[in-house]
T-cell receptor, first 115, second 116 residues
Framework: GDSVTQTEGQVTVSESKSLIINCTYS????????LFWYVRYPGEGLQLLLK?????QKGSSRGFEATYNKEATSFHLQKASVQESDSAVYYC????????????FGAGTRLAVCP | NAGVIQTPRHKVTGKGQEATLWCEPI?????VFWYRQTIVQGLEFLTY????????DSGMPKERFSAQMPNQSHSTLKIQSTQPQDSAVYLC??????????????FGEGSKLTVL
């Protein structure tokens, strides 16, 4: 079946340092899936951070970027300089073409930013 | 504008009891999704509705679990004869049902179910 694998567990980064959270996917359908990063801040519901519908393109939001690499089947999340307010749990997700909004999520990566 | 509302936020049941979880989607959203989150399995899709009609329940356990959407303003997830392995956070999400089909889901904060 379809699956998403991302950096496991917790990542700890010092404020103003760079961040990368890895995400790779496996999709069984014909065609390329759409890819998403969702984030859950403390005390809030899961929310969309960024998305890329077309392979080869880059999505960005709140200083975060992710590029859809169809050859590597990857969608890594990066940020050049993290802030304490970025501390949250990040989820990579995919949606198969034609599957409406049914998403398959990775296990989540907790980001802790230290001052 | 209120987000997706889930009640109760926390529920503790004894083994064998029934648990009903409620979800109120964002007004105007006609698609509702249910997910289950555990440490071991992560976020698992359970089922979803479009315009109140069940579309895909491929993630629902075949026994004891059922979901309904009797009107546009709420959906329920019912678990009969709860077992300890049902302990999880149950997340409800809603989305617009439009030609844009953007993949953006709006999640509630979840209902944490603990089965003793």
């Amino acid at each position: 079946g379809d699956s998403v694998t991302q950096t496991e567990g917790q990542v700890t980064v010092s404020e103003s340092k760079s961040l990368i959270i890895n995400c790779t996917y496996s999709a069984t359908s014909i065609g390329y899936p759409n890819l998403f990063w969702y984030v859950r801040y403390p005390g809030e519901g899961l929310q969309l951070l960024l998305k890329v519908i077309t392979a080869g393109q880059k999505g960005s939001s709140r200083g975060f970027e992710a590029t859809y690499n169809k050859e590597a089947t990857s969608f890594h999340l990066q940020k050049a300089s993290v802030q304490e307010s970025d501390s949250a749990v990040y989820y990579c997700a995919l949606r198969l073409s034609g599957s409406f909004n049914k998403l398959t999520f990775g296990a989540g990566t907790r980001l802790a930013v230290c001052p | 504008n209120a987000g997706v509302i889930q009640t109760p936020r926390h529920k503790v049941t004894g083994k064998g009891q029934e648990a009903t979880l409620w979800c109120e989607p964002i007004s105007g959203h006609s698609a509702v999704f249910w997910y289950r989150q555990t440490i071991v399995q992560g976020l698992e899709f359970l089922t979803y509705f479009r315009n109140q009609a069940p579309i895909d329940d491929s993630g629902m356990p075949k026994e004891r679990f059922s979901a309904q959407m009797p009107n546009q303003s709420h959906s329920t997830l019912k678990i009969q004869s709860t077992q300890p392995q049902d302990s999880a956070v149950y997340l409800c999400a809603s989305s617009l049902d439009s030609g844009l089909n953007t993949g953006q889901l709006y999640f509630g904060e979840g209902s944490k179910l603990t089965v003793l």
